[in-house]
């Protein structure tokens, strides 16, 4: 939770994207880590897995689920000990611990998973393990038993330098690349100049660019925002855009910040009846005093809110009503593929906006809230992000492509009344807040429900099954997609943009990371990735580091 304290606000980079008419408009805002340890420094820890599938579908060789699953065990340290889990597929002796962590509303996860089940959504022990799905499970988290982020900075680079034993370990922290240094197609170095975020340049402090060089190699981790734009303006990417731009070329690898993608998010947002310690709101609204909760290592701070989150696909009745589109994507991507969800879910104990806009807190005082976040595992939606200028300090040209493909809302479409028909049937729900649901036309069945469906609630699983499911119109459909449109965000999930593939079909790096039309250049991050994963982000990108550094002590003779 420290990252995410007052003052921390140079702790993310945000990317702003143009104006999309798929989004009512908007333009939409894209955070991604900006700090040492990137996303894994600020994100909600989330322990997500892809399914073995999705590595599959990267076709690469070294790169498919048999070749990477070891890197995925060697990673962590898993505590969760239950006869449900197959140990065989995760780790117990890595650098990054996966627990409940200190501190979890236990009493309440109950609640919730009834009335998932009673959905149709089973609680299933561990959905981490590369092929279950169409379930729903008590999340763990990147956090130690003890309660400390599992970043990878702390799990990874600090031990190092605090051993003493790797004197030529060097960070260049508040800083930034500009751009590679090449002589001919070799990379030799990079060029680097302060962060004036961190340090403000004025005429007095302002000084040349800086290089360093380097002997081997170069290997950029810039991140899916990032690195297409270290690279670009390298001179490395679609040659007609660099010669616009004056750069000079390198080497034409078109595909550089092409193929964005994100999963698209949207959060729900209900009134509970639930207790202050259940929830994150007393801290976020301040009523818990952070500085005083740090100072008597209050428990709740080594908890990210998530206790409960699932992978779920549409039963064949429910693919039967989604429409021909719909149902021509699934049956080419999804219907034979089983390990494959359409949607991911968690639950985050908490209101996640400024509590003074609700109208419930100024009406009868503080609630505790629950808010459900809905998001697609595979966009079909594509985006782009390129420079438009020299100067490392011009912001990009960055399309998210969010909705741009109508099956993409058609899912969340879906989603949005699954996860109302969970909710209805949670007996510490007491009501939808207004302004986390769509606008319903006067009149419609689908009407928000400001009280509890059954007031005495439910003392049964039969009887959470039997309440009749919302009936929905097309001019409810049709709200729903327009709220939809109007609220959509990122999962702070940016991938894609430098994809691992052949580059005659968008490719910009090879099975061993090496940039095409260049040497000594490698890509190790998430933006190789040339599909999407049905998981948070973290867990990939951890894998990609592991791969990539395998990769790279062999290429160096360094594997004893």
Request: charged residues 25%.
């Amino acid at each position: 939770m420290t990252t995410h304290k007052p003052g921390t606000e140079y702790d993310v980079i945000i990317a702003g994207a143009n104006k999309s008419e798929a989004l009512n408009g908007r333009s939409p805002l894209v955070p991604s880590g900006g700090m040492l340890g990137g996303g894994s420094s600020v994100n909600f820890t989330m322990y997500t897995r892809a399914a073995g599938a999705d590595f599959d579908s990267w076709k690469t060789e070294g790169w498919d689920a048999e070749s990477l699953i070891p890197f995925a065990r060697k990673l962590e340290t898993y505590h969760l000990d239950h006869p449900d889990v197959d140990k065989s597929v995760h780790g117990h002796d890595g650098p990054v611990n996966v627990s409940f962590g200190s501190y979890s509303a236990k009493d309440c996860q109950d609640d919730f998973m009834a009335g998932a089940a009673a959905t149709g959504l089973p609680e299933i022990t561990d959905l981490q393990d590369f092929t279950s799905v169409d379930g729903i499970s008590r999340y763990l988290r990147y956090v130690s038993p003890d309660g400390q982020r599992q970043d990878t900075a702390h799990r990874y680079v600090h031990p190092l330098i605090a051993s003493g034993d790797y004197p030529n370990l060097h960070l260049l922290l508040e800083s930034k690349v500009t751009r590679v240094i090449f002589e001919g197609n070799r990379a030799v170095g990079v060029e680097w100049v302060p962060n004036p975020d961190y340090q403000p340049l004025t005429n007095l402090t302002r000084s040349e660019p800086s290089i360093i060089r380097a002997r081997k190699l170069v290997v950029v981790s810039s991140g899916a925002l990032g690195t297409p734009s270290v690279l670009e303006r390298s001179g490395v990417g679609n040659a007609e855009l660099l010669k616009k731009l004056d750069i000079p070329v390198v080497a034409n690898v078109p595909g550089v910040g092409e193929e964005y993608q994100d999963h698209n998010l949207i959060f729900y947002t209900y009134k509970t009846s639930l207790k202050p310690d259940e929830t994150l709101d007393d801290l976020h609204r301040g009523r818990l005093d952070f500085e005083e909760a740090l100072k008597a290592k209050n428990p709740i701070l080594g908890w990210n809110g998530v206790d409960i989150a699932a992978k779920f696909r549409p039963t064949e009745e429910e693919v039967a009503q989604l429409g021909e589109e719909f149902q021509e994507h699934w049956n080419r991507d999804f219907k034979e593929q089983k390990t494959r969800p359409l949607m991911l879910l968690a639950i985050v104990s908490s209101y996640l906006g400024d509590y003074k806009t609700l109208p419930e807190e100024q009406e009868d005082g503080p609630h505790q809230y629950i808010s459900i976040g809905m998001y697609t595992a595979y966009p079909y939606a594509r985006g782009d992000i390129h420079i438009t200028s020299k100067d490392p300090d011009a912001a990009p040209s960055f399309n998210t492509g969010f909705f741009n493909n109508n099956v993409d809302v058609t899912k969340q479409i879906w989603a949005y009344k699954k996860q109302r028909e969970i909710f209805r049937r949670v007996n510490s729900v007491t009501g939808e807040v207004a302004s986390g649901h769509p606008s319903f036309p006067e009149g419609s069945k689908a009407g928000l429900r400001k009280s509890r469906e059954v007031a005495e609630g439910f003392n049964s699983l039969e009887e959470r099954k039997k309440l009749p499911p919302i009936e929905y119109t097309k001019e409810d459909d049709k709200a729903i997609e327009d709220y939809l449109r109007s609220n959509i965000e990122t999962t702070w999930h940016s991938i894609g943009t430098c994809k691992m593939a052949p580059k005659e079909k968008g490719g910009v790096v090879d099975k061993n990371l090496n940039v095409y039309g260049t040497e000594g250049l490698k890509i190790c991050d998430i933006s190789i990735a040339p599909e999407n994963v049905a998981a948070n982000t973290n867990n990939t990108a951890l894998i990609i580091g592991e791969k990539g550094a395998d990769i790279i002590i062999r290429e160096l003779g360094l594997a004893n």
